[in-house]
């Protein structure tokens, strides 16, 4: 078994998850693990970063199917014995004009951005070795979508008690809100990417909480982030940060030194806590 650290970043084979694996390869030290769910853009993306001088692995991992997930959990289990950087940043996002039915788009958006992200997360954290970093690619759109909430949900969302499963529960009720189209009359804002980036921010600061009830000496941190607007597939050529300048907050998070106890449990934009 390899004690070489190991860090593995999530849908980076291009976007915000390549430049973060760009970054993580000049100063993270150990493997660096460029995963994505098809196997050609992922060894194109390993051979423009080789081209660059860097040596990043590859790992399949489509976030959408659990028995990749599981594939990948056990070669780290057994090659690494463990992980020691984690970053969720594979996301989807429908574009504005599309016309896809909303509880279509509700549907899909949720079920990569949350209920994906969760199934790493369920898979992989248990693997986190101590002093482990784990960031969670968010967006501000989930605070301002928190805001288009009615209050009573707002009080959910913001509740240091939520569980998981009253989370797994909420993300579920939207979907299945928006195929009776009641998701408005129910409180809920009429957007499914803030919708399920939301669930996204919840869940870091559920997992940090069990963290601190579970593993306090293991001094893992873990946070949410937004990496700003940046010119990516998903956010076009009109936003205002490069991929590189877009990696720079969930980096920052992920290399958190070993003597630092915080940022934990945050939501972080532009390497600054955010209020939730
Ligand atoms: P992007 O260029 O569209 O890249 C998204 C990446 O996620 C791609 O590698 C994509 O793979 C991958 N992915 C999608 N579904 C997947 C799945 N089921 N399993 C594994 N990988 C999957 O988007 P981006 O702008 O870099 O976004 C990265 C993250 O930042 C997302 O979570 C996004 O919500 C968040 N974010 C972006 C912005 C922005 O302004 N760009 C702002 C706030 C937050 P394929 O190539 O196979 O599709």
Redesign the pocket.
Known sequence: MSSVPVAVV????????LAIVRALCKQFPGDVYLT???PG?GQAAVAQLQQEGLRPLFHQ????DLQSIRALRDFLKEKYGGLNVLVN?????FKVHDTTPFAVQAEVTLK??FF?TRNVCTELLPLMKPYGRVVN?S???SSSALGGCSQELQQKFRSDTITEDELVQLMTKFVEDTKKSVHQKEGWPNTAYGVSKIGVTVLSRIQARLLNEQRKGDHILLNAC?????R????GPK?TKS?DE?AETPVYLALLPSNADAPHGQFVSDKTVRPW
């Open positions: 999530t849908g980076s084979n291009k976007g915000i998850g994505s769910r098809d853009r991992l489509d976030i959408d940043n594979a996301g989807i996002a990569t951005n994906g690619v967006s501000m759109v937004c990496p700003g607007w940046v990516t597939d998903m956010a936003a991929p877009g």
